[in-house]
């Protein structure tokens, strides 16, 4: 099954790696490991991952403090948004 991002949740990991980029480079450089582990995952596995309140499934990552909304639709699994476990529980929820 195709795994699409919503640009906004590009935009989103381009921001939180530009965020580690200016602590040092192996830092980014975990976090793009990070997330692309997770998004194989998701795509691999995508019903091996708990829901979210808000409806979405959700994949944490393991070492930094974020996670990936995401939906399965009957053509593809859309990765929503990427947010802080902090932030606001409906940052990114309207993204379509």
Same mark, same amino acid.
């Given at each position: 099954?195709?795994?699409? $991002?919503?640009?906004?949740?590009?935009?989103?990991?381009?921001?939180?790696?530009?965020?580690?980029?200016?602590?040092? !480079?192996?830092?980014?450089?975990? $976090?793009?490991?990070?997330?692309? &582990?997770?998004?194989?995952?998701?795509?691999? $596995?995508?019903?091996?991952? #708990?829901?979210?309140?808000?409806?979405?499934?959700?994949? *944490?990552?393991?070492?930094?403090?974020? #996670?990936?909304? $995401?939906? !399965?639709?009957?053509?593809? &699994?859309?990765?929503?948004?990427?947010? #802080? #476990?902090?932030? *606001?529980?409906?940052?990114?929820?309207?993204?379509?």
């Amino acid at each position: 099954m195709e795994l699409i $991002f919503h640009p906004r949740a590009a935009k989103d990991a381009r921001e939180i790696a530009a965020k580690y980029a200016r602590v040092s !480079e192996g830092l980014v450089k975990r $976090f793009w490991d990070e997330l692309d &582990t997770a998004v194989d995952l998701i795509a691999a $596995f995508p019903e091996r991952h #708990h829901f979210d309140p808000s409806g979405k499934r959700r994949s *944490n990552l393991k070492k930094f403090p974020y #996670h990936l909304l $995401f939906e !399965e639709r009957l053509d593809c &699994t859309r990765i929503i948004v990427i947010r #802080h #476990h902090h932030r *606001n529980p409906s940052y990114g929820l309207r993204r379509r």
